[in-house]
């Protein structure tokens, strides 16, 4: 049985190269300042915390981190502006980021084509039925997360100071 990949993940890996080069290219003009504006806008994402772990990241791991950053949904948005506001020569920074793009792309698809197999061999008899269980497994799990992810932020103190205020007296 030969295994056959889609040559999509050509087209995956240069969109990802692409897009990291143009990263690389913003964060080397906007620099630090940059980062720091995108992380009041989303801090979520990109705020003070994220980006400290994603910089320490970097200056622990070098160009390494851009490589292995694409498979850190962190680091994958971070390593090429990051990068280029840390000023890493841009040939290093491309031969790591090329590298991963290519090993994650073909990683990826391979991944999902494989598993598509799978399931098409496992749900050929069942397709429908199958299909509909998906989808409804799917729409629970999501639900489920969701409602699990309210929760943790309703959890979540909203002030840093929980304790009332209290007048002090030195009497």
């Known amino acids: 049985m030969a295994v056959h990949c889609s040559p999509d993940w050509a087209a995956a890996a240069t969109g990802a190269i692409v897009g990291d ?14 980062l720091a504006r995108l992380g009041r806008r989303f801090p979520r994402h990109l705020g003070p915390a994220q980006l400290a772990r994603a910089e320490q990241s970097f200056a622990r791991y070098g160009v390494w981190a851009v490589f292995f950053g694409r498979f850190v ?18 040939r290093r920074f491309l031969l790591a980021n090329a590298a991963g793009g290519m090993v994650w792309a073909f990683g990826t698809t391979y991944l999902l084509f494989s598993v598509g197999r799978a399931a098409e061999h ?18 629970a799990s999501t639900w489920w997360l969701r409602r699990r992810a309210h929760r943790l932020e309703v959890a979540e103190p909203s002030a840093p100071d929980t304790e009332p205020t209290r007048a002090h007296s030195d009497t």
């Open 21 to 34: 080069s143009i990263g690389y290219a913003v964060g080397r003009r906007g620099g630090r300042p940059l």
């Open 73 to 90: 949904a962190l680091l994958r948005i971070l390593a090429g502006p990051l990068a280029g506001a840390l000023h890493v020569p841009y």
């Open 122 to 139: 496992w749900l050929k008899d069942i397709s429908w039925a199958g299909l509909v269980l998906a989808v409804l497994a799917g729409l």
